[in-house]
């Protein structure tokens, strides 16, 4: 398998190195190699392989992925030979931006694409599922909602046989960790701070806890666990910037707390602050994502798991690479 | 797909109503219908597929499966044409029973296996799984641990690429229901017969209560998840017939209950009632099966789910049934 990243920030970075590290378990589906990897400024790209731990030395020293100047995504896709697309460039919620069109180009192609990029995912889910089934490529985003937390490939694989009614999840975990800390008597803004100064929220941090980023996830799920057609807009979104240190000392007196909590099921699209009872399992403090899967013959299912993170999102990219292989085999 | 039950006990009753209510979601792999049922007594067969409402309604009213007497079940399985053995017979931990006869006569014969008997997979793993091999038929257990929790293949498909570091988990509804009531104040006695009063324990409970059932499933796990080659006399084992109200007080003192966790690695085996933190995902209170799913890249992966039931164990096998078609198709 020939794969070619677009994107190397921490994800790409990431799962070159669980290239890597995994190099021994993915040999035994023959040769896995990179051959093309590429950000917004330069590229490397190498038919024999491009060495994953040079990579990304390079990277975190020269800031460069490679020595040659970027002119596009496409031009790089379209000079290599390559099977896989691993799409982790950075998210454009409005058009969906230079992810979407390596998705679209590298389907096009027959090329199959494993993504975390929620912007094209949460714009055009329909038309790029179209789009692979016509071209036989095969479109994976295990990584896109949860992070480590396997949600996306459990409802679909796993829990085929059952008709999902509802999934309710914390699907944030900046805005948990805000929340969380809140509940320990820090105001709004104090919480934000300190999620800022341990690297969980952005310097910009309005597409956490306005609630953007879980709606995202939100539309992921109704479109491919529901077999729903939404986008970002149809959604219902409350984000947490409001939420007021008095309503959470309201919310203790009566053993509860307050979460951003996504839910979707066949009628209903919201991200909204919800009031949880304590003991809840979506009354988890911290930065974990869960979520709790109501079916018609297992019943709740509930996952818990690490959100994001450089090894974690990789990890997910990583067992959709291997479930493309499975079947490609 | 031509399927025969044996056992038609709650879980085999369950699963044929599975059969009927997800006719529409099974009709989309072809054919799918039930040719065999029986249990010790008598069975019912008919090359052109039985009616699972009917084989219900009269198992309920009369007692029996159909109006065959039973010689044995591999008269049975020799006399119908069928693809797949659902094997769902009463578990019999000291020597695997009938259940281990029926699996081992249908792999021979090429036939995939779905099983929650817990007893042939706890004694005879390895040798099932290379009968299976040497076959090319499939064998998979899904239901065997955790009932409706998704466990044996969410690590053996989804998490393929991580390195399952270890796995602990409750997974005796029955156990965790009497160790919750204790947390209540109630004696390990009174605690029993509340359990046995609402069917979640046998009148004679050491099969749970002695931690039988989850060292068998500590087992499957070993022996899949892990690739051990392990037999149940290899678990330490401690049941919970001795732990004192006394001691569930002191650990309450700790902020802290007791529960029965069954740990597995590649070198832990072991079933005791162990202190856990009040919160710790392993805290649980009730019937609830849980495990902790300890992996290098993605870290800690919880999942919760019912852990018996008709339905719960019912789904688990449709889910295997599923990935069954998937792969024959």
Not at 16 to 30: F, N, P, R
Not at 116 to 125: D, H, I, S, T
Not at 221 to 236: I, Q, T
Request: aromatic share 6%.
């Amino acid at each position: 398998m020939r794969i070619a990243i677009a994107g190397f920030g921490t994800v790409g970075q990431g799962f070159a190195e669980v290239i890597h590290k995994k190099s021994e378990l993915l040999s035994s589906y023959g040769p896995v190699k990179i051959v093309a990897a590429f950000d917004s400024k330069s590229y490397a790209a190498d038919e024999n392989g491009l060495d994953p731990v040079a990579l990304v030395k390079n990277k975190l020293a020269t800031g460069a992925v490679g020595d040659k100047k970027m002119k596009s995504g496409i031009d790089v896709l379209g000079s290599v030979g390559y099977d896989i697309l691993v799409e982790v460039s950075p998210t454009d919620i409005e058009t969906g931006g230079d992810g979407l069109r390596h998705i679209e180009y590298s389907l096009k192609h027959g090329k199959d694409v494993i993504t975390v990029n929620k912007g094209p995912l949460a714009l055009r889910f329909r038309e790029l599922n179209k789009l692979a089934e016509r071209n036989n490529a095969i479109l994976r985003f295990e990584g896109s909602v949860g992070g480590a937390m396997p949600i996306i490939n459990l409802c679909s694989e796993n829990l085929k046989g059952e008709r999902v009614k509802s999934i309710r999840g914390i699907f944030n975990g900046t805005c948990n960790f805000i929340l969380s800390r809140m509940d320990n008597g820090l105001p709004f803004e104090q919480a934000l701070k300190e999620a800022q100064q341990l690297g969980y929220a952005e310097s910009d941090p309005s597409y956490d806890i306005d609630g953007i980023d879980t709606a995202c996830k939100v539309v992921i799920l109704a479109n491919s666990v529901f077999r729903r057609n939404v986008k970002f807009s149809d959604v219902s979104i409350t984000g947490i910037s409001s939420v007021s240190p008095e309503a959470i000392a309201l919310a203790a007196d009566q053993e509860m707390v307050i979460r951003l909590v996504g839910e979707v099921s066949d009628t209903v699209l919201e991200v909204s602050p919800r009031l949880v009872p304590k003991g809840h399992p979506l009354s988890i403090a911290g930065t974990m994502n869960t979520a709790q899967i109501m079916t018609d013959l297992a019943g709740p299912i509930v996952i818990f798991g690490k959100g994001a993170g450089r090894m974690e999102t990789a990890s997910a990219i990583l067992s959709d690479l291997i479930a493309i292989m499975d079947r490609r085999r």
